[in-house]
């Protein structure tokens, strides 16, 4: 069986996929360093390590991601929004719509019925929206991710945050602490607010069902209820793998299409 | 408030054509021509106060349909509503607005285009008084009326058209009245009507519900002149604000209420500034109605649209004739004001252009300025808490209460 | 390709304009496509086109400038503020959209700060932002106004219907080479590639067009009937906010694509239709200069502008549209979601990119998109899916729509006649078809009660009304 690699190269996290046909193998994701080429080599050895095969047995790479340019051992290279696309369906073979929050950006995509990309829109300039929103929230909240996920289920009642800017939300924040407001309150309305910058995003594209959602804000329940509410439609976090691995894995499979031929 | 909405969700019902407008135009010639204005702005600020989380959803919609997400939420806010078919389907578009606000004007013609509308615009020059600009105005404004005969089927009544200006006329002199009275220290004037002047004037001006309104508001003011005390029901009034652009509409209007709270006049702003000639702050620039003729009447409509909040002062150079400096530093000196505030939208293209500029002569000329980076028609931007904590850090920090 | 469209593509300033200054001649600077250039001409300067490129920050320009403002004014104040349009003689600022009328102020304010800034002569330009006889009259006295001024201030001659006649004819001229450059960008087997074209218009914009035309005749007969290696890539019509430089070109064609046709500022809006010879006056400039704008400013005319598109992409057998805007261009952005909307409609592939403007731009998020559009170019969905559907496209209505039509339902009296704008209810779209036409027919749906209003003018495409209400007629030729 083909063995075949995919390396996704962001500006916060890496993340590699080594899959032998239709079944992961290996995967890594680490904190990005300054020198791409140098994070690429480290998390895909690490894949590879896990999956226990050499380099030399892949038959094909596709590499993704803002750094791709400078990763020298791939075969061939993807835009994220194709890689994350490929990744999307083949975690959630259903999913019509992909919504990927990153640590730094965020984007949204409508598929086909054979999963080609037809609509996308992407925010990568702004943090509202993003990863990075949440850790700011949370790092004032002094909570973890995860516990801030978790908050929207034991809220009595959100507040209201300004959720266009990072920069006035923090202030609003700590008004609100200041206030006497819960730290639930104020968490949820913090997953709130995340979860209605993504909607206006997503509906952008055109919501269809199914919606699969991806990346590392994925796992915080608290936006991804709220963003159900918003959109009016179930969000289906992949299983088979971590959610923040999709754009690997999609460059995995993408790698093993072009050497088919398929592509 | 509620007879206008009412007209507006019955129009069709009645036999009369709606019309999609903007608040800056004045409506008179709509109500006189059997058609009903369908204001965009005042509708988001209606969304915006009674409605939990205000109109923000409709102007996510906008983006949806392919709007910017950066044009002024006044439009959006209301304008979602409409491309998304959940409210009755306009007939035809009038704006005022090009010439003077881009991006108000671009709304409508959004608008028209998505939605397949008729569209006029009443094009502006950038200069006010000078006769090309006037000619200009009278021959756009006929333009408009043959646009709006030719969609309606219905002839302009002259009759109708008198009695409406008649009435105009009346509630110009109301008007003029409570911006006199309100120019004495303690203004006797409460805090909120310069919010029930416009409101009532975009609306329904020309109209007799108005003119009720604004006989009452009158009266009320002028007993709280002999009493002397001022109209803080907070108690005494302890500085005079002159809000140079517009007010800010988060849900129950607290902007108003903060004013009231903490002592301060509200002298208006752009918004209730309509220069009639017998405006105490119109000098030579104010327009006269006249029924004496179809074109009589005509002419000092488009005279009196020329002058309409916006319309009148940001079409030119800020700090040109008759613009929006001039006009900023006769009101604050006239109305003796304390400070200055300007709030607005993030989509007004039109003043974040030059409100630097405005916001330093104004500080220079002895007028501290507040320059409010908010919304004004969705607090998710910057929420009330935070606008209002900016407010209060001001007073406090130029020692103004 | 000629040095010194090179330069004068990616310079401020440049040999050509240092050369006529030499000559004791005068250049004046505008900032949109509305000013009628002949009028400088016919005076004896050369026209200029202020830009914003060059600079790595907007500093000045933040100073006086608000947030939320289009970069590219504030990057061409902060040019003017470094001194680097210290060579011109005059500038003439224009009615053209908010920000960049706005420029004005800021740049006499900063004038007040830095020394010399400020062209002695500076001045301003209304423009109208429609097509009637009574605007194109007013438009022919403010040109009038702008030449007396003009000539006044430099104690230039006064510009004659000779001297007018002569103008037209060179400005004339440039448009037809350019078109004539336009040509052989629509051919199968283009000799040039989209930067390079780019290179040449702007050079256009930068020196004085006795110079430019005889150059550009040269080098289209130099690439008549060339071949460049640029058959079979993708092709692109690049839309949108003005680009006048060519980072945009680079990052699209780095992809792999070329850009063949536009309709931005700097580039096809320029030369698009010829002003008419027969008849050298003001009134005749503004004719043209206002029929021929393909500039969203002109408030109504989106279904004139759509048809021009569409034809160009005919023409230049476009396989994908860009439709670009610069952050905070409401005019621009807008006016691309409803091109995306009917191009879609009619298979022609579109994508929309917000971007900053020119050198401020972030090459490598345009690069990501592009990259992405073009990989969809290359693997076409099913027919019939590309086809957005607006609205409501889960079939139903969101939260909060139906929380409005529950209680304006409620309210005593109050019969709701509701009407999809577009089909988008996929259980209407299935079931029932209205019989005049492609409406569904919303009163038996079980969501909506109420009367159904049939046929009553939806679907009349009447967007604009000039040719009913005083447009001069037959005023101007439209485009190509």
């Not at chain 1, 080594?18 to 994701?29: D, K, L």
């Not at chain 1, 690429?40 to 590499?63: T, Y």
Request: aromatic share 8%.
């Amino acid at each position: 069986m083909m063995i075949t690699a995919g390396c996704d190269v962001g500006s916060l996290t890496s993340k590699a996929v080594v899959m032998r046909g239709n079944r992961i193998i290996g995967t890594a994701i680490i904190r990005s360093r300054t020198h791409p080429e140098k994070t690429a080599r480290q998390v895909m050895d690490q894949a590879l390590k896990m999956a226990g095969v050499d380099e030399k047995d892949v038959a094909h790479s596709v590499g993704t991601g803002y750094g791709v340019e400078k990763i020298a051992f791939v075969t061939a290279r993807h835009s994220e929004i194709a890689c994350h696309a490929r990744g999307a369906r083949f975690l959630v073979p259903t999913a019509r719509t992909v919504i990927d929050i990153g640590g730094q950006d965020c984007k949204a995509s409508r598929l086909d019925e054979n999963g080609g990309v037809l609509k996308f829109l992407a925010n990568d300039k702004c943090a509202a929206g993003t990863g990075r929103f949440l850790e700011v929230m949370a790092k004032i909240l002094n909570l973890s991710l995860d516990e801030l996920g978790k908050l929207s289920k034991i809220a009595r009642a959100p507040v209201t945050l300004a959720s266009t800017c990072t920069v006035w939300a923090q202030a609003d924040v700590i008004q609100y602490l200041n206030s006497g407001e819960t730290v639930a309150d104020v968490g949820a309305g913090v997953n709130n607010a995340m979860a209605s910058r993504v909607a206006s995003l997503a509906n952008g594209v055109g919501v269809t069902a199914d919606v699969c959602m991806t990346g590392g804000v994925a796992k915080n329940q608290g936006v991804v209820h709220a963003l159900e509410k918003l959109l009016n439609e179930r969000i289906v976090i992949p299983r088979k793998a971590d959610p923040q691995l999709a754009g690997a894995v999609g460059a995995a499979i993408l790698a093993r299409e072009i050497a088919e031929g398929s592509k | 408030m509620g007879k206008y909405l009412e007209e507006v969700v019955t129009a069709h019902e009645k036999g009369k054509k709606l019309c999609m407008t903007t608040f800056c135009q004045s409506p008179a010639i709509f109500w006189a021509m059997d058609v009903v204005p369908l204001l965009m702005e005042p509708m988001t600020v209606a969304g915006s106060l009674v409605r939990k989380g205000g109109a923000n959803e409709f102007m996510d919609y906008c983006v949806e349909a392919g709007f910017t997400e950066t044009s002024c939420s006044s439009q959006r806010g209301a304008l979602g509503a409409y491309l998304a078919g959940l409210a009755e389907k306009p007939d035809f578009v009038v704006i005022d607005t090009p010439g003077i606000c881009d991006t108000n004007a671009n709304s409508f013609s959004f608008a028209a285009a998505y939605m397949k509308l008729p569209f006029y615009q009443l094009n502006y020059p950038p200069t006010l008084k000078d006769e090309r600009a006037e000619k200009y105005h009278r021959d756009d404004y006929r333009n408009m009326i043959a646009f709006i005969e030719d969609q309606t089927g219905n002839k302009l009544d002259t009759a109708r058209l008198a009695e409406v200006m008649t009435e105009m006329e009346k509630q110009d002199l109301l008007i003029c009245e409570i911006q006199d009275l309100q120019r004495l220290v303690p203004s006797p004037v409460p805090v909120i009507y310069n919010f029930f002047i416009y409101g009532l004037r975009f609306t329904m001006g020309g109209r007799k519900e108005v003119t009720d309104m604004l006989e009452a508001m009158l009266a009320e003011a002028q007993k709280k002149a002999q009493e002397g005390k001022g109209a803080i029901f907070s108690g005494p009034e302890k500085a005079r604000a002159l809000f140079i652009y517009i007010d800010h509409y988060a849900i129950n209007v607290p902007l108003w209420s903060l004013l009231d709270e903490r002592g301060v006049t509200h002298l208006g702003g752009i918004l209730d500034r309509f220069y009639q000639a017998d405006a105490p702050y119109a000098g030579d620039d104010g327009y006269k109605i006249s029924t004496d003729s179809l074109d009589a009447m005509i002419d000092s409509l488009a005279e009196a649209n020329s002058r309409l909040p916006m319309v009148k002062q940001i079409r030119g150079p800020y700090d040109a004739p008759n613009m929006w400096l001039e006009e900023g530093l006769g009101l604050a000196k006239m109305y003796k004001a304390d400070f200055c505030v300007y709030s607005g939208t993030p989509g007004c293209r039109n003043t974040w252009g030059m409100v630097k500029l405005m916001a330093a002569d104004m500080e220079k000329a002895g007028y501290p300025t507040l320059v409010i980076n908010a919304d004004a028609f969705d607090d998710r931007v910057e929420s009330w808490e935070q606008t209002r904590h900016r407010i209060e850090e001001f007073l406090e920090v130029r020692r103004l209460v | 390709m000629n040095e010194i469209f090179i330069q004068a593509a990616n310079r401020v300033n440049n040999p050509a304009i240092e050369e006529w200054k030499a000559q004791g001649k005068k250049v004046i600077g505008l900032v949109c496509s509305h000013v009628p250039e002949e009028v400088i001409t016919a005076a004896g300067m050369f026209s200029y086109r202020l830009r914003g490129i060059e600079t790595d920050s907007t500093s000045i320009g933040d100073t006086y400038f608000g947030p939320f403002i289009c970069s590219c004014p504030k990057a061409i104040l902060e040019n003017a503020g470094r001194g680097r349009y210290n060579f011109l003689d005059g500038a003439i600022m224009v009615q053209a959209c908010d920000s960049m009328r706005r420029l004005d102020e800021c740049w006499r304010k900063a004038g007040e700060d830095y020394a010399n800034i400020v062209p002695s002569f500076f001045h301003y330009m209304g423009v109208p932002h429609k097509v009637t006889d009574y605007a194109i009259a007013w438009f022919a006295q403010e040109i009038e106004k702008f030449a007396l001024a003009l000539t006044e201030h430099f104690g230039a001659p006064s510009i004659t219907p000779d001297s007018l006649a002569a103008a037209i004819s060179l400005h004339n001229e440039s448009r037809r080479l350019l078109m004539d450059l336009e040509a052989l960008r629509n051919a199968g087997d283009p000799p040039l590639s989209g930067e390079e074209a780019m290179t040449i218009i702007l050079a256009g914009t930068a020196m004085p067009k006795s110079v430019y035309n005889p150059m550009l005749a040269e080098t289209i007969r130099q690439l008549s009937g060339k071949s460049a290696g640029h058959a079979g890539k993708k092709r692109i019509l690049l839309a949108g906010s003005v680009v006048d430089d060519l980072g945009m070109f680079r990052a699209i064609e780095a992809e792999g694509a070329i850009v063949v046709a536009d309709t931005v500022c700097f580039g096809s809006r320029a030369y698009d239709g010829l002003v008419a010879e027969d008849d050298p006056s003001y009134t005749t400039l503004a004719r043209r200069y206002l029929n021929e704008q393909f500039c969203p400013r002109m408030f109504g005319y989106y279904e004139k502008r759509l048809e021009v598109l569409k034809q160009k992409i005919e023409t230049a057998k476009i396989d994908g549209v860009i439709l670009q805007n610069i952050r905070f261009c409401d005019l621009h952005g807008s006016e691309n979601g409803l091109f995306e909307r009917d191009l879609e409609a009619l298979g022609i592939p579109c994508i929309r990119v917000e971007r900053e403007y020119g050198p401020l731009g972030d090459e490598g998020r345009v690069r990501m998109r592009v990259s992405a559009f073009l990989e969809r170019l290359s693997c076409p969905p099913p027919p019939g899916t590309g086809v957005l559907k607006r609205g409501f496209s889960t079939g139903r209505p969101p939260p909060a729509a139906r929380e409005v039509i529950r209680h304006a339902r409620s309210i005593e009296g109050i019969q709701l006649r509701l009407e999809p704008v577009e089909p988008v209810l996929r259980s209407v779209q299935d079931g029932r078809r209205h019989t005049k036409g492609v409406r569904p027919d919303a009163r038996t749906h079980p969501e909506f009660s109420g009367r159904h209003r049939a046929g009553h003018g939806h679907g009349r495409a009447r967007a604009a009304l000039p040719e009913r209400h005083g447009q001069v007629p037959g005023g101007g030729g439209h485009g190509p």
